[in-house]
């Protein structure tokens, strides 16, 4: 990561973080970067513009001079450190300790600061020195193969989070493109290939070596066979069973052959089909290629398998969003519906289709348990699409304080994240309707979409179930705490570390997220009363009722944004939000009131035309729309997420006398108004009521 190191007394500098204009520090720090590749390793430039754009590009100046710089992300309420680097000629005068004693007060609201390092190059000392722990290691994807150690800063809030290291999200299988884009330096396009053995992906991809793999390298002849054997040696071996791979190859050609009748044409096309196969019979969910033709023909049939084809930046791409749920952006579905309904006797059928192929279950396993289910009176309920399919499904049991799970799927299709994220959601509902305050899911064959979906959501993960909190209470960290230790020991399930008052906004935000709905009221997070006319709230929160349906890429997706025109009251995240719908409305007009409470997750200024290029699939405002709301050609977007509608909407003379009881005039407002936890916490236990 560094070649610094730490003085006595720190060298004259000063610090700074690059903006998007300032062009000629950042094209320093990139020569500065690659003067130091050798042990840092080749950085895009993209990325240096990207984390000024972000603010996350911190630079060391002597006079004017760039002499170091910290360039990193902001991930998982973490600080990401990719690259440390200082000047040789400035180095051992404490530059360094600066730069990152900077980001920990910059972002002290954050869990700590990570950071990974090749063991051979003997920085134990100088990480310790900089108060960093070693944490873990594990091997690096470089052509030698060298240990990467993890490295953590602590900023020591008391949380329910480790700096444990992450989990593999991604599973792939590699052709022979891909492969000797690895195995062979010199070969065009074969940087995108290599981005793969980045050092930040170590422990999140997993590149798996297949039977078809190893097929293709034993025809090499000569030098080439001996690269492409030392470059997918470190790769997990993956065996399928003969006969899946020969039904998964039927299932590909009865597919691919509606496109292509004479698929396959050639000997390529024969190893293409196989490479797929078996990487399906080997339970794999990615596979990397840069052939079109392989995409085109097979992509279709691989994805009802549960397995993307997918060209390597792609991947790297699909990573990131795994790993920033932040970033995480729903499919868009246009004006289509979608319905919950129980499944009825003789329908079981209609739910085969959710048979987890990844896990080996056989139709007449989920039949079995659908039918026990059924016996023990629990009802089956389905979420059909548009055109009358099955696309997820689940059983819910509330028990003593407990939401049973036993199943919950979601088919494979391209909007399976977004249901699974929905449903996990819904599920918070139903454990808060039913007063249970932790949601367990045994579903053996669960999908893994809803895996993902649910450690994201704060749930933890044993040998045979998913486990997390649906807290439905408001308090003080005390008295919240107090709740969860009490059911957790009711459930046996790990008590969760204490909590203090006056925690900081970020980590007050991610335990009433993870907690949903838990509201936290003597921590440092803030709350905005803001206003929203009906014609939107109606799209945006679903509120009112109206007689036209909600556009389902709206409704079907946890997170939404909201524009305003920037200035007044400075809105900061993470906070809670308040709607007040203003009076009136083109459909179904209601009363002026307070109707919901959502997470605020961002607040994004930018030009009009970049927040709709962004958020357009979260919004309900068209382009139009945004640019005259632009002051100056910049608009504001608030990102939110997991609203929750009142049962009872606290109308505006309720609002009001609430406000003056504590000394607040309470006017309706006409922008975010911030109001004190006190109102807050008045206005949401009034809503709650039923």
Known sequence: MSLDHVASKPAQVRLAVAGPDDSSAIEEAIQLGNSARASLGLMRVAVYHEAAINGTLLLAYSADRVVGYALYALARRRVRLNHLCVDKAFQKEGIARLLVDHLSERHADHLGISARCRHDYNLGAFWIKLGFTQIGERRGRSRDGHILIDWWRDHHHPHLFTADAETVLVRAAVDTMVLRDLAERGRTDGEESRALLEDHLVGLLELVRTAALDAEIDRMQG???????????????????AAHVAAATSELLTIARKRYPAYPADDQDVLDLQHVAEAIAAKLNVFITRDRRLTEALSSGAESHGLRIMRPADVIVYIDELVDAESYRPAELLNTAYELRQVGSGQDGQLLTLTSRAADEKP????????????????????????GEVVAAYCAVPSDGVLWVPLLRVANAPVADTMARQLLFHLRRLARDSAASIIRIDDSYRSPQVRLAALNDGFQETETELYGYAVPAIGSAAEIEHHVVRVARQAKVPEPPALRSGMPAVVAAELERIWWPARITDSQLPTYLIPIQQAFSADLLGVPTGLLPRSDALGLTREHVYYKRPGGNQVTAPARLLWYMSQGGTTVPGPAAVIACSQLDAVVTATPDELHSRFQHLGVWDKNTIRKAARGDRVQALRFSNTEVFPTSVPRHRMRAL????????????????????????????????
Do not use: D, M, W
């Open 364 to 387: 007449r396993h989920l039949a079995e348990a659908l039918r026990q289910l059924a016996l023990a009176g629990h009802a089956r309920i389905a979420l059909y699409g548009p055109s």
């Open 223 to 241: 030098a080439l066979r001996a690269q492409c054997t030392r470059r997918a040696q470190p790769f997990t071996p993956a065996r399928g069973e």
């Open 659 to 690: 406000a003056q009881r504590y000394g607040l005039p309470g006017h309706a407002p006409q922008g975010p108004l911030r109001i004190p936890t006190e109102l807050f916490t008045a206005i949401y236990e009034e809503g709650r009521v039923k």
